[in-house]
């Protein structure tokens, strides 16, 4: 049976996050280390009673330290079962999905017979749900539902079939068995009606609405969703729909049919969204390292979203919103701490940030504790965290291994090219790069021939250019003119299909393009190399790139398209490669010398209020400020709103690229794809709504 009340009203609360482990941990996994040597060895018994006493007495640890203990010692007795159950709680409590799960697991599976069991089954659902493993959590809350006996127990697995139901996207059937718990005298009665109302005023759309309305006729929960119709229906300015709403709503709910003029909290027919005054407290918080090593990059991100404030001013001015700026800089703690008061203000709805790599983990755990969205351009920061620490973080850039992933789909898809190599700096993060192109190549039909890594820092090429199949012009005359030495009578055309056929296994092959005169001696022909691949991906800091291309025309790779990174955007790279970096496509978010009309007018502005010309960091802060404030101004005036709006993001264009959601908790940006014209850097392609969002 779950223990207490608190508990259960912790079961209505749960975040969403991903998958941690599945496995029932040891103490030396647990994520706080316990010294347990007074216990060992201890008679399963007496563990009992001294958990059972600590219980009592409130000595949480030293609960913890026996059940654990007996976990450790007697992990197969069947007393051992409210160990594992109560070592599940706490992990629950704690937000340990995974380890929580695990516990849950061991109870269900192995205590069959344990009076613990069905609430066992309730609390892995439940975590399961945490871990967005739906249909599993369907199935385990199922059979709690199944073999529970007590109206508690019925009541509290169907909260949470209705809530994972609710997070797997299944609005109708996540309020049904919502409405079903209402019925049974449970804990979570009051929570379940929160739940409805909180789904169907925010979350479902108009053909849920509709069919639930339908469902429920002239019982609960079919005023709630009428009255969301009507609001629905005023806020597109549909007239008819909005009469036919409020016409039902007077005949079977007479005393709610003044609701369907539009409650203060939805705008008027003809609006667009709620008209906020003076008494709408509303905030947005920006946290970045204003101090310290970092300083410079965090106040071209201030001047980014100081920009988006002012362009928003019309807005900002009417409904008195206020923005509260928190320094990240100093030391790690800085940025948790930031971010930790910037969540215990209610008015906070939203925060952008830029975060030192060594502060994120703490500062995203901060906003998952108090569901705080938090939107950050920085492209490769949280790469290495799990996707449970990411819940309420929106990333608006693109990581490395996602730029090579984006660019190999434009050559494959875009450009038909279909044979590649890649040349790559060694280490994990290049790796990561080479992976993500060579996935992305083979997933369109093509073919990576080779790749090559180099060191960091190495200015040296050759060994990894004749890796790929590059000659020098000594070696390439050598080949040449020693195939014509024994083959003297065949004229030109021949001599090349004989080179050819020679060298067709090979990633190149030499030809002869001119001839000045006849015999050919050592000097009087000219020669190309043709390779086996037509596009070549070359990974890196700008500065190693920029002596990598003139090299490749050393070697002569010269007849093959090249694809790089956002790195190639660097105001120094054209000077570096020179003439060599000519006609390279890559992707990236912004150039001042774009020439779209929202560019334009974004770097003008900057221009005109603050001097110099803007970068790709006050360009991206910008752009996640002005989509903030943009979701604001729609009505989503709430954290869970804004979060909502995040979720479902159909498509935002900015100055630095599009972004859209095609997945809950997931942003995915769309750049833009460069190239380099007469030595100077030029939108070839500007980003665009998906495919799918396009009429």
Known sequence: MISNNRFIQTFAGILVVLPLILTVPRASAEPVARTRQQLSRMPLADLLKKADEAKKSADKSAELDAWQAIVDQYPKDPRSDAAYYNLANHHFEN??????????????????????????????????????RYDEADSALQSALVKASAAHQKGTALYHIGNNHHQAGHIQKGVEALVECGKFDSPLRDAANNKIKEILHVTANEADLLALADKYGTAYPAQLALIEL????????????????????EHDFPSLSAQANISPAAPPPAATAAPLTAADHLAVGAVLPLSGDSADIGTRALKGIQLAISMKSSFVERVHLKLVIKDAGGNPQAAATAV?????????????????????????????????????????????????????FYQMGLSPPEQARFIATHATRTLNLKNFAIFYPSGRKGEEMRQAFAAAVEGNGGAVLESRPYERNQTDF????????????????????????????KPLDQLNDGLRIMYQNALSYPIITKVKSQPITRTNFAFALKTAYEAVFIAGNYEQVGLILPALSFYNITQVQV??????????????????????IFPGEFAPSIKRNDVK???????????????AVTARYYDAMILLLSLIESGNDSRNKVTAALDALPYYGGVSGGVYAPSEGILEIIPSIFTIKNGAVTELLPPAPPVKQQP
């Open 340 to 392: 930790r008061e910037l969540s215990g203000d209610n008015a906070i709805t939203g925060v952008v940030g830029l975060f030192p790599p060594a502060a994120l983990e703490t500062a995203l755990a901060e906003a998952r504790r108090f569901n705080l969205p938090v939107i950050s351009t920085s492209n490769d920061d949280a790469t290495d965290l799990p996707p449970d620490q990411k819940r309420f």
């Open 230 to 249: 009507a609001r629905h229906y005023g806020q597109k300015n549909d007239i008819l729909n909005l009469e036919k709403i409020k016409a039902r709503l």
């Open 95 to 132: 937000r340990n999905y995974g380890y929580a799960n695990a516990y849950y697991s061991a109870v269900a599976d192995q205590f069959t017979g344990s009076s613990y069991r069905v609430d066992a089954l309730t609390g892995l659902g439940a975590s399961l749900t945490s871990l967005r």
């Open 462 to 489: 050759r060994a990894q250019l004749e890796g790929i199949g590059g000659l020098d012009d000594n070696a390439l005359r050598k080949l040449i003119f020693s195939y014509v030495q024994e083959n003297p009578d």
């Open 601 to 615: 007018n974004f770097v003008e502005t900057y221009e005109s209020a603050l001097g110099g010309t803007p970068d």
């Open 563 to 584: 694809l790089g990174t956002d790195s190639y955007l660097h105001s120094d790279f054209i000077s570096i490669a020179g003439k060599y970096a000519e006609d390279a």
